[in-house]
Nanobody
């Protein structure tokens, strides 16, 4: 099974930017065992929230409506890395950010319960 490790979290001022990285232990684009990757976040006392995800075709990229235009998901398949570029950060973006992988059995990219594999997460704190 794939293992995921996030990095790049930290303290950033409101209006600033941060790029998170998620390194996978194996190829996520292996046609024999593909994974579709996503990012989620969870703030204290709140439910885990969908941020962004790839679909099964390269052109299919999905974002939470509230984050479109500020967050960008991308990947480097040669390095098995998925990125989350976060711009114009706001205090309400403060959360623990996780990357996750789902396989072909998943039916809803927005539902965190559909993702089988998770990284430990990285904390992002946005100060006002």
């Amino acid at each position: 099974q794939v293992q995921l490790v996030e990095s790049g979290g930290g303290l950033v001022q409101a209006g600033g930017s941060r790029r998170l990285s998620c390194v996978a232990s194996e190829r996520t684009d292996n046609p024999d065992n593909p994974y579709a990757m996503g990012w989620f976040r969870q703030a204290p006392g709140k439910e885990r929230e969908f941020v962004a995800a790839f679909g099964w075709r390269p052109i299919n990229i999905y974002y939470a409506d509230s984050l479109k235009g500020r967050f960008t998901i991308s990947r480097d398949n040669a390095k098995n890395i998925v990125y989350l570029q976060m711009n114009s950060l706001k205090p309400e973006d403060t959360a623990f950010y996780h990357c996750a992988a789902r396989d072909y059995t998943a039916s809803d990219y927005r539902d965190y319960r559909q993702y089988k594999y998770w990284g430990p997460g990285t904390q992002v704190t946005v100060s006002s």
